[in-house]
C-alpha cells in the first residue's frame, strides 16, 4: 500500500508533521512517503496570475503525489480556527489544474493536533466540509488535543494510552482498504 502523509505546515518543528509521520509508521508494510509542505512553496494564488502564467509546477507535483498514492492521511495544522495558509495555497493551486478534483476520491484519514483543548477541531470541521466538494474521500478524522501533554516528542508517539488506542483502531480501519485497493 503507497500511503502518502500530509501535515498541512511549512512549520520546520510541526507538531503534525510529527502526528502524521507517527500515524503512517502504524500501517504495517506500507511504501510511506511524508510530504514537506517546504517543497510546494509557491506564489500567493491570484486569477491574473494564473491566466499570465498557468499553474505552478510545484502544484502539479502536489497532484501527482496524490495520484500515485492508495491512502492518504492528512494532519492539519491550525491557524485561526482553519487551514495554515501554507496549505490553503497549495490547496487553492491545486484546485485549478483543468479536469481535477484536488484529491481524487482516495481514501483519507484526516487528522488535526493542537497544544489547546480542542486540538485542531475548527481546521477539522472546516475541511470535513471543504474536502468532499474536492474529491476529498474521508474514511475518518482524529484530533489530538493538547499536544504537548499527549506526544513524547523524544519516542515520537502519542503517549496517551486512550488516544493512541483510538489512533490504532482509525489506522486498523484505513490499513484493512488495502485488500479492497488490490481488487
Given amino acids: 500500500m503507497k500511503v502518502l502523509a500530509i501535515a498541512g505546515s511549512n512549520s520546520d518543528t510541526s507538531i503534525n508533521k510529527m502526528l502524521v509521520t507517527y500515524a503512517a509508521s502504524l500501517i504495517p508494510n506500507a511504501d510511506v512517503e511524508i510530504l514537506d509542505m517546504n517543497a510546494f512553496e509557491m506564489p500567493i494564488y491570484k486569477h491574473q496570475r494564473e491566466v499570465a502564467s498557468g499553474v505552478p509546477q510545484e502544484a502539479k507535483d502536489f497532484a ?11 494532519s492539519l495544522a491550525e491557524h485561526n480556527g482553519t487551514y495554515s495558509s501554507a496549505f490553503k495555497n497549495v490547496f487553492d493551486w491545486t484546485s485549478r489544474i483543468k479536469d481535477r478534483a484536488v484529491w481524487n476520491e482516495k481514501p483519507m484519514l484526516l487528522m488535526a493536533t493542537a497544544p489547546g483543548a480542542r486540538g485542531g477541531l475548527g481546521v477539522l470541521e472546516a475541511s470535513g466540509k471543504r474536502f468532499p466538494l474536492h474529491g476529498g474521500n474521508i474514511v475518518d478524522t482524529f484530533t489530538l488535543p493538547f499536544f504537548n501533554d499527549n506526544f513524547d516528542k523524544a519516542a515520537q508517539k502519542i503517549s496517551n494510552e486512550e488516544k493512541d488506542s483510538e489512533l490504532k483502531e482509525k489506522i486498523q480501519k484505513i490499513s484493512a482498504l488495502e485488500s479492497i485497493l488490490e481488487k
Fill in 64 to 74: 501527482s503525489k496524490i495520484d500515485g498514492a492508495d491512502v492518504l492521511l492528512v
